[in-house]
């Protein structure tokens, strides 16, 4: 029932983009990466990149298999069974509702920060956002309208997210740009000419400094996949969605990559006033050093980040709607997430239902953690190692009697999805471990154990309920 043939390959690509939402992704990310490596982020950015990209060849060999809105749930189900393929399924909803509480919480901050630069108050507006009664109000309307455009059909997203994204981009290219001006012109805060050994992974010397690299890449990458589960809405449904999921991401790096070098030369590394390693910056990088590049016209980096994160609230809606739309099609869920409105072509009670969860997820962690932001970031990191994870072998499993058909499938269907599921098992097992500590993440903790490794756990056992729930009720699937 949903609107086939309406997304076109630039359509897919720029919802992807959103839904990835670079501004806000790096500002939060650049800082602590800085104070990792040093001038090694661009090959921090490089190894990152690389598990993101080994997974999408095996999503997209499974796409073009069988193209299904309910990706990592059906694909994981075809392979492994109904009760692995309702895990992977409950991994990615429970990753886009944390994202989405995360991004309408960053949409608040920015929001009042922008009004703060605008009217020159010198922080009393911008305080405001962090009185958790009036974040919590204003961050339920951002759901509010993120919902009414989602729920509305897949044309009214595309022409949003167009805009959106397309001034997003254009930001960041000036500000990058306007980084290397200064650089040329000696107005820099601390010019540092552009070396390849800023490139070179093997230059970072600590193993440690890399698999934090790769912990970052799961942020600052993830979102990609929004273009799968629109695949019935898509033009050739086949090809297209593979290939907007590998331009995509080709398209982020490259944009990383200009924006972290273009700031590192501007600002270099240093620990005080506006070098990348001061610790009193790190939030919030961008902010920071958008006065010193842009001058007036700093604003619009504010602007770009509220942007960011309101668009990406908007598109990652898509993802979590159309797996429980699949969910309740193969009677894995009930009946009434199979339903897709009548007048719009989309899953609208999955809609409502994600936008309420998440509503109710942000406002309780808002209460309970002053840090929400940081440590539903980290939470986010483990469910997308998990569900990623199960795909990538899924693929493996699924084309196990063709993988020796041809060279091709060597490398697409078993090599690429193998490593890159190995990676982040590795990942999601480590971050398990190390969340255990009172003093990980934000430190805040419940009874001496962390409140990320809790809540890692409590979404998954909640999964497990209410799979086995579903199981006695719904025993066909």
Known sequence: GLSAGTVGLIGAVVIGISCIAPAYTLTAALGPTVSAVGFQVPAIILVGFIPM??????????????????????????????????????????????????????????????????????????????????????????VLGATFVSYRDMQTTQKLQYILVSFQVAVLLIFAIAAFVHVANGSAFDASPVELSWFNPFAVGSLSAVVAGLSLSIFIFWG???????????KNPEKTPGRAATLTVLTIVSLYLLISVGLLSFAGTGTKDLGLGNEDIQSNVFFYLSGPILGPFAFLVSLAVLTSSASSLQSTFVSPARTLLAMGHYGALPERFAKVSPRFFTPGFATIVSAVVASVFYAVMRFASEDVLQDTILTLGMMICFYYGITAFACVWYFRRQLWDSARNVFFMLLFP??????????????????????????????????????????????????????????AF
């Not at 060849?57 to 392979?79: C, H, I, K, Q, V």
């Not at 009042?112 to 010198?122: E, M, P, S, W």
């Not at 799968?228 to 809405?233: R, V």
């Not at 409140?451 to 209410?466: S, T």
Request: a negative charge.
């Open 53 to 142: 990209l080994l997974v999408a060849f095996g999503y997209r060999e499974l796409n073009r298999s069988m193209p299904d809105s309910g990706t990592s749930f059906t694909w994981a189900s075809r392979a492994f069974g109904p009760w692995i393929g309702w895990m992977a399924g409950w991994g990615l909803i429970a990753a886009t509702i944390i994202v989405l509480s995360n991004l309408a919480g960053i949409a608040v901050e920015f929001l009042f920060l922008l009004i703060d630069q605008v009217a020159n108050t010198q922080g009393a507006i911008a305080d405001l956002a962090f009185d958790p009664f009036i974040n919590v109000a204003v961050c339920l309307l951002f």
């Open 224 to 234: 990609w996949d929004v273009t799968l589960t629109m695949n019935e809405e898509t």
């Open 418 to 475: 193998l490593v890159g599921g190995i990676i982040l098992l590795y990942l999601f097992v480590q971050t398990l471990i190390d969340s255990m500590d009172p003093g990980y993440g934000s430190g805040s903790n419940i009874g001496g154990l962390g409140l990320v490794f809790i809540l890692g756990i409590a979404i998954i056992a909640i999964g497990i309920a209410i799979m086995i729930w579903q199981a006695v009720t719904r025993p």
